[in-house]
């Protein structure tokens, strides 16, 4: 199974951006598995700020709520994380995410997003 994440970049305070997560080898994963977004910044712990899943609602972060959108396209197996108002405090690396069942989860390699005031 690959997650390969895209779409990441620098943006300047109050803009948007939207990443794509792209998976593969395994064709249903957006319907079995919980899926999501976390972010790392630089010194800090990975965070989880978005999910959506088929076990529960979908979950926002506080720091992200009403600003991120989390979607996903069944057809081109590919989960989306629409960025808006960004602001200094949302530059980290975005990694998406994959939990299937209790114990088995996969991520992708990262997308770095910049932020400049």
């Known amino acids: 199974v690959q997650l390969v994440e895209s779409g990441g970049g620098s943006v300047q305070a109050g803009g948007s951006l939207k990443l794509s997560c792209a998976a593969s080898?395994?064709?249903?994963?957006?319907?079995?598995?919980?899926v999501g977004w976390h972010r790392q910044a630089p010194g800090k712990e990975r965070v989880l700020i978005s999910s959506?899943?088929?076990?529960?609602?979908?979950f926002y972060e506080d720091s992200v709520k009403g600003r991120f959108t989390i979607s996903l396209d069944d057809a081109k197996n590919t989960l989306y994380l629409e960025m808006n108002s960004l602001n200094t405090e949302d530059a980290a690396v975005y990694f998406c995410?994959?939990?299937?069942?209790?114990?088995?989860?996969?991520w992708g390699q990262g997308t770095q997003v910049t932020v400049s005031s």
């Open positions: 995410w994959a939990q299937c069942g209790r114990t088995i989860e996969y």
């Open positions: 080898g395994y064709i249903f994963i957006f319907r079995e598995c919980r």
């Open positions: 959506i899943g088929s076990d529960g609602p979908t």
